[in-house]
């Protein structure tokens, strides 16, 4: 079943405080270990990582220790077992890459997974199993994972990214506008299947991640360069272009000082990079002027972008909507627009 990240999020707040395991599938880099540090954080449990694919069958029961009598022998826990079975607060243990790990490695799993015990150690029950793995298809060394595994899991999902759960992600992490307009505009490139085998990076939220943290750190005559190698030529290619126009439309600054007779672009590419500029440049003492703007969107029948204005604004400064021009705008069409009218 395909979730988006908003519905993964919510769900893992109702599962992990019932201490139910979910595996969560999906693509490389689009954002699952991501939302399970996010969940520990929302739901106050400490998060403990493990990386199946570099463990052997004994990191899961543990290491056999002579009885004090020479003849018996208990498994002793260690490492991430030993954190997991002392635990005192609620804890999610994260097992990452699972479908990368040996068979011998997930069946070792198994009985943590389902009967919460290894031989005589039995885990607290404020431990709660999350696990993430890629694809078959997604050429990252996955062969699968054992079906008496799949079923010892509550639920499975897959996830797949979506630009408005990017976007909201972007904004508040003061991700660069044209980055968010180039990727509005282009929602197709946030994430592609790789089909090669070439060492070569693909567009994902994560490689755009990338981009955003050398974006006005790399020259312009290095940005191509920078750029191909986080999410590959053709998507460079284009974000460069779109660079170009965004570099050529009147500065936010300047809109903002004549907000009643700025010139509004035609071009759709344009009305994205000036929406996203705008919002970044929005505070509460100069959000009347965003109004004026926004309304004059509104009368042009960009009534899109005027939403997208507006919606990035409150994201990026909540305080605006303390601003009296804010208070006014809900009478009128922006008010429809906040509403989702």
């Given at each position: 079943m395909k979730v988006t990240p908003t519905q993964l999020t919510e769900l893992l707040s109702l599962y992990v405080p019932k201490r139910l395991p979910v595996l969560i599938t999906g693509?490389?880099?689009?954002?699952?270990?991501?939302?399970?540090?996010?969940?520990?954080?929302?739901?106050?449990?400490?998060?403990?990582?493990?990386?199946?694919?570099?463990?052997?069958?004994?990191?899961?029961?543990?290491?056999?220790?002579?009885?004090?009598?020479?003849?018996?022998?208990?498994?002793?826990?260690?490492?991430?077992?030993?954190?997991?079975?002392?635990?005192?607060?609620p804890l999610i243990w994260f097992l990452d890459d699972l479908g990368q790990a040996s068979p011998a490695v997930q069946a070792a799993k198994m009985q943590l997974l389902l009967a919460r015990r290894v031989g005589e150690h039995v885990l607290p029950p404020q431990v709660t199993f999350l696990a993430a793995t890629n694809r078959r298809t997604d050429n990252a060394g996955v062969t699968g994972i054992l079906d008496p595994v799949i079923s010892r899991f509550a639920t499975v999902v897959e996830l797949e990214p979506t630009i408005d759960d990017w976007t909201k992600w972007a904004v508040r992490s003061n991700v660069q506008a044209e980055l968010i307009a180039f990727l509005r505009f282009r929602p197709d490139l946030l994430s592609v299947q790789k089909t090669s085998r070439d060492i070569e990076n693909s567009p994902s939220p994560r490689s755009w991640g990338f981009v955003a943290k050398t974006m006005g750190i790399v020259p312009k005559h290095l940005e191509h360069i920078s750029y191909a190698g986080s999410v590959g030529e053709g998507a460079a290619t284009e974000l460069v272009s779109f660079l170009q126009i965004y570099r050529e439309l009147p500065s936010p600054d300047a809109i903002l000082l004549a907000p009643d007779t700025a010139v509004i672009p035609e071009k759709t590419s344009a009305l994205y990079a000036v929406a996203a500029a705008l919002a970044a440049r929005a505070s509460e003492a100069n959000f009347d002027r965003v109004v004026t703007y926004t309304e004059r969107l509104i009368d042009a029948g960009h009534r899109e972008f005027a939403a997208l204005l507006v919606r990035d604004s409150v994201e990026r400064t909540p305080a605006v909507q303390n601003s009296y021009a804010f208070i006014r705008a809900q009478a009128g069409e922006i008010g429809k627009i906040i509403r989702g009218e």
């Open positions: 693509r490389p880099g689009i954002g699952k270990s991501d939302i399970v540090d996010e969940t520990a954080r929302e739901t106050d449990h400490e998060l403990l990582i493990s990386h199946p694919v570099v463990e052997d069958p004994t990191d899961s029961k543990g290491l056999p220790f002579p009885g004090a009598d020479g003849t018996t022998a208990k498994f002793l826990p260690f490492g991430d077992l030993e954190r997991a079975m002392t635990a005192r607060r």
